[in-house]
Structure formats: structure tokens, C-alpha cells
């Protein structure tokens, strides 16, 4: 047994996670692989996004005075996690925060992800603690890449995203890895967003005011899966503005700051504010199949 990864199976699925980022790295049954794997146009699987989701101003973060160097999507993803529990079906690894973390983000934290795998599909959760004696602002997002096609011969055209509910609010668009102020038309045809590499032009599709706590990522005909999630309230669609043969389906607690907001950090649109001693649990699943 590596230290480095961990594999769970049940059923006819399997998953692959990594200590290195509590990152997924790969779910699969006999005859599909649904997780990107790394290539040259990204190098990543699925990251997790913690203690921000996006990016700063500047990349600075500040607290009482000071001011700490946060690069995008935090500094989860690039930390090796420690395993806590190795099953058959099920894996658990933590994040603490050390003297390393406290250099760029000077609160007290405890990241645990579990790991869940049944015959059906993965379920990630996600316990945010507050070990310290002050509010701990945070933000978290899954970064799932899967791969687009699903299946090798299908156009990625043939592919759309279906949601739970119709989703015709006005969407958000990124400016330098900010959040622009203002708004766009809801790309989603009542509740349905069709895929195609045009979409991602303009960098993510995002999601703040979604409605739905489900979507379906499929073809007509094919390999299928859907995502489903508990606790987020916020929604990324991302694939390379340049075109890349992966889709990013994103649950997150959180966005990069809007343009123009460069204040105290606590004071950051879309955070979790956790009191001392309290912990907030977010969830997401991968439901896979093939019609």
C-alpha cells in the first residue's frame, strides 16, 4: 500500500485518491475512466480550493493590519494531507493548520475530507473545523475535471449539462481572475446549458445565484454522470478558454474577490464565518452510468 495514493472499490467502480491534495485522481467502472487524467493542457484531476476559492487582489490577503500572500484557489491543493482512515470503500485525510500555513493565512483550522465509494458512485465530504479563538473566515470549492468527451468518437457539441431546476438568473464572468460587477444573461436554456469549447471563451461560467442542487452531465447516448451537492451555494463551469478535452463541474462556498474590493479580508463577499470550537460539513457526489 502506497502512502502517496489510496484506492477504494465497490461494485464495478473504483477511485484513486492522493495524500498530495486530498485530490481525486481518478473514478472509473469496467469500461470508462470519468476523471480528466492530468494531461498537458492541465495538470490537475480535481483540486480542492481552500481557504479561498478564486483569487485576491493582488493575490494579498489582509487581517488586522497585516498582509499575507494567498495565491489562487489557496494552498490546499499544493498540501500533502494526512491519512486518518484506509478502507476498502471508504478513506479520510486532514489538513491542519502549521507554522507553514500560518505564513499565508494566519488563522486555526482543521480540513478534513472523507471519502466515499458504493456501487452507484463517490461521495466526497468536506468538515471545515475552527480550532482557534476567533472567527475563522474561509472559503471551499471542489474542482472536479472530468473527461469531455466522455466517451473518444462523441463531438463534446453532443454534450449538455441538465439541472435540477431551471436556472435563468444572470451569471458571472471573471476579469483578471476577479469577479466582474457586472452580469450576464443566464447561458442556460431553462434547464438545460448546452456544451461546446465557444462557451469557456470568456473563461468560467459562474453560478451565484443557483438554484439547483443537481446536474446531469451527459450525452445522448453514452457514458453519463451526475453531480449533486449539499452546503455549497455556489456553481463554476470552467474548461480552457484555448479549448481542452475536460469539463469542470465546481461546488463552491465561496468566489474571487469582485473587482474593486481590496479590503480586510473578513469582509470578503461569499466567506464562511465559523465561530471558535464550530465546524461547517459540505458534501458532493458522482453519481456515474451509461445509457
Known amino acids: 500500500m502506497s502512502d502517496d495514493t489510496h484506492t477504494l472499490r465497490s461494485g464495478g467502480l473504483t477511485t484513486t485518491i492522493k495524500a498530495y491534495g486530498a485530490e481525486l485522481c481518478s473514478l472509473r467502472d469496467a469500461t470508462t475512466e470519468f476523471v480528466w487524467q492530468a494531461g498537458p493542457e492541465w495538470l490537475r484531476h480535481a483540486p480542492l480550493l481552500f481557504p479561498i476559492v478564486g483569487r ?43 507554522e507553514t500555513t500560518r505564513a499565508l493565512y494566519p488563522f486555526a483550522f482543521r480540513l478534513t475530507a472523507t471519502y466515499t465509494l458504493d456501487s ?9 473545523a475552527n480550532t482557534g479563538k476567533e472567527t475563522l473566515p474561509a472559503s471551499i470549492g471542489g474542482h472536479p475535471a472530468f473527461n469531455w468527451p466522455l466517451q473518444p468518437g462523441l463531438a463534446k457539441e453532443s454534450y449538455s449539462l441538465t439541472f435540477t431546476s431551471a436556472e435563468s438568473s444572470p451569471v458571472r464572468r471573471l476579469d483578471g481572475g ?9 447561458p442556460v436554456k431553462g434547464a438545460v446549458l448546452p456544451l461546446s469549447e465557444s462557451l469557456f471563451t470568456d473563461d468560467a461560467v459562474i453560478f451565484d445565484r443557483i438554484e439547483s442542487n443537481a ?7 453514452g457514458p453519463w454522470l451526475k453531480m449533486s451537492w449539499r452546503g455549497f451555494r455556489e456553481l463554476g463551469v470552467w474548461s480552457k478558454p484555448s479549448g481542452a478535452p475536460f469539463l469542470c463541474i ?4 465561496g468566489y474571487a474577490s ?8 473578513s469582509d470578503k463577499p461569499g466567506l464562511m464565518h465559523i465561530a471558535p470550537g464550530a465546524e461547517e460539513q459540505l458534501s458532493f457526489r458522482i453519481e456515474v452510468g451509461s445509457s
Open 56 to 98: 485576491l487582489a493582488k493575490d494579498e490577503l489582509r487581517h488586522r493590519g497585516k498582509t499575507y500572500r494567498m495565491t489562487q484557489h489557496g494552498f490546499a491543493r499544493d498540501s500533502r494531507f494526512a491519512w486518518t482512515e484506509r478502507g476498502e470503500s471508504r478513506c479520510a485525510l486532514v489538513l491542519e493548520d502549521s
Open 120 to 128: 452507484a458512485g463517490l461521495d466526497l465530504t468536506l468538515t471545515i
Open 178 to 186: 476577479l469577479l466582474r460587477v457586472a452580469t450576464e444573461p443566464s
Open 215 to 221: 446536474v446531469r452531465y451527459a450525452a445522448p447516448t
Open 250 to 253: 465546481e461546488p463552491w462556498r
Open 258 to 265: 469582485p473587482a474593486g474590493f481590496d479590503g480586510e479580508f
